[in-house]
């Protein structure tokens, strides 16, 4: 073997070693990085003890990834309760039974679960909330809004003026009700009327099952109106007046979760999606400020002078 030959060997085995311990030292910040963020911003590394918070925003859909992410932690042991923020202004009955139902597997696992009640908490987000062992909400929360709402339109009239005829073939009288071509008849209407009825004696019965009401008490308010939560609490459809700091307070004091433990948001979507998300947030706040003059801050029609 050449010298040259024994020269090359040796320089690909310390480049091999500088590659390891610089891939070490990156792994080295990255542990400290996080380390440090953790520390300052209250949040918990893996694996340690700390109260889980989810938060629940907008239209409530049928999210699978929130569901699996709740069933996940209900099987972790680092974690010693959840809070579940709420602001939402409702959603689907399908969307609202199935947080309902993870929020409750949560809390008969043995994690104790309470609900914040923010802006708005109504219909679907007064559902989700029913799965907490707690609520609690804001004098001027809006809530309630129990109730079943479907909702269609007839455009039979405006097409007929327009000289389009609509063909609508179904297997049967009730397949194609409603239907915003065609008037709705008597008998989709009772059919239709069947079918909120049932969901709406669903939604009254996990109040009741929920809040340990009678249920001519829940039907008394289930009449889809619309409450504060300071009417909620004298309704027994809430348990107290407060936000986070007061949850943190009754986990301390019921359930024994120390108020000093850190607090990890509930991630239901990958690092990848986040990231992308955020990148998405900042060129939107920069079009609207910087391009349209818009004040991303306040709703869209209030322009800055």
Known sequence: MTLEADLLIDRRRLKRRLSFWRAAAVLL???????????????????????????????????????????RLRKDASNRGLIVAIDSPGGSAGGGEALYAALDRVRKGGKPVVAVLRGTAASAGYMTALGAERIFAREGT??????????SFDASELLARVGVRPEVLASGPLKAQPNPFQPLSPEGREAMMRVIGDLHDQFVAKVVASRGMEEAAVRAVADGRVLTGRQALERRLVDAIGGEPEARAWLAAEKGVPESLPVRDVQTRGTAQRLLDSAFQGMAKTVLSEWLGVDWRWPLWQLRP
Request: hydrophobic letters at 50%.
């Open 29 to 71: 910040l990255a542990a400290g990085a996080a380390f440090l963020t953790a520390r300052t911003t209250g949040t918990a590394l893996p694996g340690a003890a700390h109260v889980s918070r989810l938060t629940v925003e907008g239209f409530i859909g049928d999210d699978r990834k929130v569901v699996e992410a709740l069933d």
């Open 142 to 151: 809006v809530t309630g809004s129990i109730g079943v709402l479907l909702q």
